[in-house]
C-alpha cells in the first residue's frame, strides 16, 4: 500500500531552537496540501465544487478546518476559521450559528444565501475548534467552541416521544406536520459525540451516541445504512421509525459516512463493535464487484450503480476495522489513484466531495490522524512535537 511522504520530524529533534522545532513537526500530508492549493483561497474561504460555482458551505469550511488541525497547519487554521467566523455567522457564536451557504446571488452580491446551518458542520467546527485549543494552547478557540456548543444546544436539539434527546440536522426544515421529523445518521460520528461528552457532561451527547445504534438496527435487516430516516410521534411518549418523506429509503452520498466514521471509531468505544457488525451490508455488496455501489435500498437490499471514487476512501476504514485486507486494499487503490492521476495530470480533477472523504479515510489509513477512545484527536505530530518543546 503506497503511503505519502512525511516530514522527518524525529530527525530534527536535535536541532536548536524554536523555529527549527516547529519546522520540524509540521505534518507533510501531501494530499492535504493539494486539497489546500486547489480549494482553499488565501482569506481562508473553501470553494465548494460539488454545488453552484465558487459557493461555500459550512461543510466545507468545517472539514477543511479539521485537516489544517491535523496538518499541524496552524496559519492555514487561522485563517479558515477566522473567515467562517466573520461570513457564515457574523462574527457571533456567541448568538448565531454558522450559516450553511454562502455565495454570489442573483443580485451579483456575495453573501449568505441560506442561513439555516447544517448541525454536522457545526459539530465539526466545535470538534476542530476543542482540539486545536487542546494541542496548541489556544484558548479563544475553546471560548468560540463552548459559544457554538451551547448554540446547538439550543437551538438543534429536541426532546422526541419515546426517544429522548436528538440531533436534528438543523434548526429549520426538519419537523413536518403530523408529528414527524427527518433525522441523518451521518451527522453525529462518535468520536465528536465522546469528545463533546467529556467537555459537557451534563449535555445529550452519550445518549446521541446511543441513538447512533439505534438509529442504524431501524435502517433495515439488510446491513445498510440510510441517507435519512423519519420518526413519528403516536403519542406524548411514544413514537415509531419510517421511512423518510423526502429520500425515502435510500442510502447513498450522505450514508456513506455512516461507514466512514463507523471505521474510524476506536475499538474500544462500547459502540464501536455492534455498529461495525450491523453494517454488514456494505461489505457483501462491495465483495460482489469489488466496487461499492452508489445506492442502495435499505428496505429490501437491492443495489444500483457503481459510486465514486469517494465511497472508496471513505470504506477503507471500514473495511480496516472489519478485518477484510483485501477489500480495504482494493478501495485504497482505487481511491489513491483517482487522486494521484489528477496531480500527476493525467486524469481529471475529483469532486469536492469525493476529495474529502478520500482525505478522511486515506489520512486515517495512513495514521495521519487517529481518534482516542473518549474521542480526542490524536495527530501523528502531537507525539513528534511534544518532544520539541522547550
Not at 48 to 71: D, I, P, R
Not at 82 to 97: C, D, F, H, I, V
Not at 185 to 207: C, E, F, H, T
Amino acid at each position: 500500500m503506497k503511503l505519502p511522504v512525511l516530514g522527518l520530524c524525529a530527525g530534527l529533534l536535535f536541532m536548536a531552537g524554536g523555529t527549527a522545532a516547529n519546522a520540524a513537526c509540521t505534518a507533510e500530508w501531501p494530499y492535504w496540501q493539494r486539497f489546500a492549493e486547489h480549494w482553499v483561497q488565501p482569506d481562508g474561504r473553501v470553494l465548494e465544487s460539488s454545488l453552484e460555482k465558487n459557493h461555500s458551505t459550512s461543510e466545507g469550511q468545517s472539514y477543511a478546518l479539521f485537516f489544517a488541525l491535523v496538518a499541524n497547519d496552524q496559519a492555514r487554521f487561522e485563517t479558515i476559521w477566522r473567515w467562517s467566523r466573520e461570513n457564515l455567522m457574523g462574527n457571533a457564536p456567541q448568538t448565531t450559528l454558522p450559516a450553511w451557504l454562502w455565495g454570489q446571488g442573483k443580485d451579483g452580491v456575495w453573501k449568505v444565501q441560506d442561513a439555516n446551518s447544517a448541525s454536522d458542520a457545526d459539530l465539526w467546527f466545535v470538534y476542530a475548534l476543542l482540539e486545536g485549543a487542546r494541542l496548541w494552547q489556544k484558548p479563544q478557540y475553546r471560548d468560540d467552541a463552548l459559544s457554538l456548543l451551547a448554540q446547538i444546544k439550543k437551538q438543534e436539539i429536541t426532546e422526541l416521544p419515546g426517544l429522548g434527546a436528538v440531533l436534528l440536522p438543523g434548526p429549520i426544515g426538519f419537523s413536518h406536520i403530523g408529528h414527524l421529523w427527518r433525522i441523518n445518521p451521518s451527522y453525529q460520528p462518535l468520536p465528536l459525540m465522546r469528545r463533546l461528552a467529556a467537555v459537557d457532561p451534563k449535555g445529550p451527547w452519550n445518549a446521541i451516541a446511543a441513538h447512533t445504534a439505534t438509529l442504524q438496527n431501524e435502517a433495515g435487516a439488510h446491513g445498510f445504512a440510510a441517507d435519512w430516516i423519519g420518526y413519528r410521534a403516536v403519542s406524548d411518549s411514544a413514537g415509531l421509525f419510517a421511512s423518510d418523506p423526502m429520500k425515502g429509503d435510500s442510502g447513498s452520498y450522505d450514508a456513506i459516512r455512516v461507514y466512514l466514521w463507523a471505521g474510524m471509531t476506536h475499538p474500544k468505544d462500547p459502540l464501536a463493535k455492534p455498529l461495525l457488525a450491523s453494517l454488514h451490508g456494505m461489505a457483501r455488496a462491495t465483495a460482489s464487484t469489488g466496487l461499492p455501489p452508489e445506492k442502495v435500498n435499505v428496505r429490501n437490499g437491492s443495489t444500483e450503480g457503481q459510486s465514486p471514487s469517494g465511497f472508496s476512501g471513505a470504506l477503507v476504514p471500514y473495511f480496516r476495522a472489519k478485518g477484510q485486507p483485501w477489500l480495504e486494499e482494493l478501495q485504497d487503490q482505487r481511491a489513491r489513484a483517482a487522486i494521484d492521476h489528477w496531480i500527476a495530470g493525467t486524469g481529471p480533477a475529483p469532486f469536492y466531495y469525493d476529495y474529502m472523504l478520500s482525505l478522511f479515510g486515506l489520512g486515517w489509513a495512513d495514521q495521519y490522524y487517529q481518534f482516542a477512545a473518549d474521542g480526542r484527536l490524536q495527530p501523528r505530530w502531537e507525539s513528534s512535537c511534544s518532544a520539541t518543546a522547550p
